[in-house]
């Protein structure tokens, strides 16, 4: 029976994809159908159907898992930004572990074992930073999380993942949009002022607010700024990043600080750090800490290594490194970023890290060429991963251990 769209069937849902949505199959092709957990049957109605594989919604849960339950957040059905709360926490840490699995099988081509994914004491309100997208009209704008593989929208009042801080910075910007006819950006139409706010907070509280603009400059910012420190006191400060292009990226590739300062301060393992807007900083400090600690563990340091940091952002991980290491190369193309990492190293008293700016496809091969030879690598790229000329010179050097 061929798949159509709208068609109804029960199915047996047999593993995990890799965004955390069950996979059932239908006469060999694949059904992917959010929210739906291995081992259970399900009523599915198809709601696309392609050459190789479908998408499907969960009706109704005919058996359900032992591991399934509330999701506790209200928007969670609708918004984009959560994949796995409809699964207890035992079985997410589960999921991740072979999501990590499925990858170094599938693309690697390694058949390893992984261990276990290592969980938070408290999964909530753990995110340092978020960047909400803004759209609606005049009359009502909206700041919220896309819906699931669309760009609609979802209007967030709290978030479960985020500080409160944040919640808060959203609820001030959208009542000030509505009250001093701010226009939301729409992007069909490429017209609109607002695209996302983006917000930082520190473990102390201290919050730094950004609103990403089409245009020049921010209207009645002052209004803002007013309602901002009344509703939180920790502000610091409230900055624009001009961003003009279409596409999905963010920030600008600049700022400005309209009041307060240019950088927010943290401390990540002991250091200090000075974040800038476009810095790179891990969202989770907590798990962030155990995983620079397992790192530490992996590389061995003894004392007399050279280590080479690839895509060090701020340098969060090269100044951890350099407490037990001869000497740190960072290398990243985000030129704030190094900025700061310099800052960072000369605030906290580090002399023993360097910082180089560039894409690492260009600088880490030209290191090695005029003789850089790392005992340790550690690699956190982005997203898209590490380009080939990135990985290719470093086999070579032979170093004791990589960290990635």
């Not at 500080?163 to 001093?180: F, I, L, Y």
């Not at 600690?293 to 340098?315: H, I, P, Q, S, W």
Request: charged share 25%; hydrophobic share 40%; glycine share 8%.
């Amino acid at each position: 029976m061929t798949l159509q769209k709208n068609m109804r069937l029960e199915m047996t849902v047999e593993d995990f994809g890799a965004q955390g949505e069950g996979i059932c199959r239908h006469d060999g092709m694949a059904v992917f159908v959010p929210r739906a957990l291995p081992g259970e049957r399900i009523l599915a109605q198809i709601v696309k159907v392609e050459k190789r594989h479908a998408f499907a919604r969960v009706v109704e849960v005919l058996e359900a898992s032992p591991a399934r339950v509330e999701p506790p957040c209200p928007y969670y059905v609708q918004c984009g930004g959560c994949v796995c709360q409809h699964m207890d926490y035992p079985s997410q840490l589960r999921f991740k572990q072979k999501q990590v699995e499925g990858v170094m099988r599938h693309i690697a081509g390694l058949d390893i074992e992984v261990q276990e994914t290592i969980g938070m004491e408290e999964p909530w309100h753990y995110r340092n930073k978020t960047a909400l997208p803004v759209a609606g009209n005049i009359e009502k704008p909206l700041i919220g999380y896309y819906a699931q593989r669309s760009h609609r929208v979802v209007e967030i009042d709290k978030c479960l993942i985020a500080r409160e801080q944040s919640d808060t910075a959203n609820s001030v910007v959208r009542a000030w949009m509505q009250e001093c006819k701010i226009s939301p950006y729409c992007e069909e139409t490429h017209k609109g002022l607002i695209r996302h706010v983006m917000t930082r907070v520190n473990r102390k509280g201290e919050s730094m607010v950004v609103l990403v603009i089409n245009g020049d400059a921010l209207p009645k910012w002052q209004t803002l700024l007013k309602k901002l420190q009344e509703a939180l006191p920790g502000l610091i400060s409230l900055c624009i990043s001009v961003n003009k292009a279409r596409g999905n990226v963010i920030l600008g590739r600049s700022y400005d600080v309209l009041w307060g300062k240019d950088r927010l301060p943290d401390v990540l393992c002991g250091h200090e750090f000075q974040l800038s807007p476009l810095s790179f900083f891990q969202v989770n400090p907590v798990q962030t800490e155990k995983l620079y600690g397992t790192a530490l563990k992996f590389a061995g340091l003894e004392g007399n290594e050279l280590v080479a940091d690839v895509y060090c952002g701020a340098g969060t991980i090269s100044l951890m490194l350099a407490r037990h290491a001869r000497h740190v190369v960072g290398i990243e193309i985000v030129p704030q970023a190094i900025a700061d990492a310099k800052e960072n190293a000369r605030r906290n008293g580090v002399e023993n890290a360097e910082f180089r700016v560039g894409a690492a496809e260009d600088v880490l091969p030209k290191l090695v060429e005029d003789g850089l030879r790392p005992d340790v690598i550690v690699i956190d790229p982005p997203r898209k991963g590490c380009e080939e000329s990135v990985l290719r010179p470093l086999p070579r050097q032979n170093p004791s251990a990589w960290c990635m």
